[in-house]
């Protein structure tokens, strides 16, 4: 395969769930021998074009490489209740390709996975044990990677967030060995 995959997300911020997504979506296609790009958009006919598109374009469907989770009706919840998000719904279906064994794959979705998803659909999930204090979630550190407001624009935080793929792929690598 020569082809160039492309992983397609929305421009702008960013948020722990795509940023994740595209770091799981790295590592499978590493394994793989995959080229791939990373490419941040609204624009429908790019979205239209990917061949993973994840927390953009409305669709939830496996079946054409779509993991959306911004549609009316959700991509769905798990039996705990908590919704699914472009993380989740990639970790679903691609985490068992790099883990390879059902115990793992599980516990680091139990522990990891879906506090993520729980924490971008506007859920709590931690609460500090010492008043005043807050506890630091993976959400709160991956903004740590956006430059400072007044610095923004596209090809700052395309480079941010690269980054904090580059650290999120790192971390992931080395929590699921």
């Not at 209740?81 to 993380?87: D, K, L, T």
């Not at 679903?92 to 522990?111: L, Q």
Request: some cysteine; charged content about 25%; aromatic content about 12%.
């Amino acid at each position: 395969m020569n082809d160039v995959k492309k992983l397609v997300t929305h421009n702008g911020s960013f948020h722990a769930d795509d940023l994740f997504a595209c770091a799981i979506l790295s590592i499978l296609l590493t394994k793989k021998n995959q080229k791939f790009e990373i490419i941040r958009t609204r624009d429908e006919e790019i979205v239209k074009n990917g061949d993973y598109v994840f927390d953009v374009g409305g669709i939830y469907d496996p079946s054409l490489n779509r993991f959306d989770h911004h549609q009316k009706e959700g991509a769905g919840h798990r039996e705990n209740g908590i919704p699914y998000s472009s993380f989740g719904l990639i970790w679903k279906h691609f985490g068992m390709e790099i883990v390879e064994e059902k115990n793992v794959w599980t516990k680091f979705r139990n522990e990891f996975v879906t506090i993520i998803d729980a924490n971008d659909n506007g859920m709590i999930t931690s609460q500090p044990a010492i008043k005043g204090l807050q506890p630091l979630d993976p959400e709160t550190f991956i903004f740590s990677f956006k430059p400072p407001y007044n610095e923004r624009n596209e090809t700052t935080m395309y480079k941010a967030f690269l980054e904090a793929v580059s650290f999120a792929k790192g971390f992931l690598e080395r929590e699921l060995k």
